[in-house]
């Protein structure tokens, strides 16, 4: 049975966290030998409570607790060099990211690996702001424009990728979004799935807009050096 360490980062999302468990467990179970890892970054509700209670009830759950809010990157970082197993899936507390698209990507990943390291998905059809999604399209074309990672939607949090290749990666900031380029940039390849995307229902966004398209095109610049050095190491 193959096995997938699954992270999640969640800052403030206690009124989402059995729904999300539920859901994945209803998909991954006799299926996968799995674990979750939940990143609680410096949550300030209740969401510490949930997990405690989840992980009582569960005895894959695992979680870490950081102090201070440092943000989804590290928290996947984070995340990523606890887990037990070689084949990560990182998806966002949110409940946006639709659980059952996990074994669609695994089931591609484990039929494809090692032709393919990194799969990740593509949100159809997408339940965002009209603010939100015109940043994001603008920052998804510039991006692939200049880094050339094929990848129409970086920004979608839910990917299945090689844990080996993920850990030779310097980490910054902001890293999570740029998966694909990095991935190429250690010379393996990445496919796309279209996947399912939903309403926030519970708590809002922590991310913004236009402070977040002006980092993301900082990042690129930061991304394209990783990439000389990796490729000229």
Known sequence: MNKLSVVIPLFNE??????????????LVNKYMFEIIF????????????????????KNIFIINQDTNKGQSFSI???????????????????QNDPKDIEL??????????????VGGIRNKRKDSIIKLISSKIANKVRKLILNDK?????C????????????????????????????ALNNQNFFLKVNHRHRVHGKSKYGTIDRLIKG???????LIIKYKLNNG
């Open 77 to 95: 970082y984070n995340g990523v060099h606890f887990s037990n197993y070689k084949s990560i899936v990182t998806l966002d507390a949110d409940l």
């Open 157 to 184: 949090s839910l990917k299945v990728f090689d844990k080996s290749e993920f850990v030779k990666l310097p980490y910054f900031s902001g890293m999570h979004r740029f998966l694909p380029a990095l991935f190429l």
């Open 39 to 58: 990143v609680n970054d410096g949550s300030t509700d209740r969401s510490v409570e949930v997990l405690e209670k989840l992980r009582n009830k569960h």
């Open 14 to 27: 206690e009124q989402n966290l059995r729904k999300l468990v539920d859901e994945i467990f209803s998909c």
């Open 151 to 155: 990848c129409d939607d970086t920004g």
């Open 217 to 223: 095109i900082i990042d690129i610049f930061r991304v």
């Open 105 to 118: 990507l695994a089931n591609f990943y484990f039929q494809n690996y090692p032709n393919y390291k990194l």
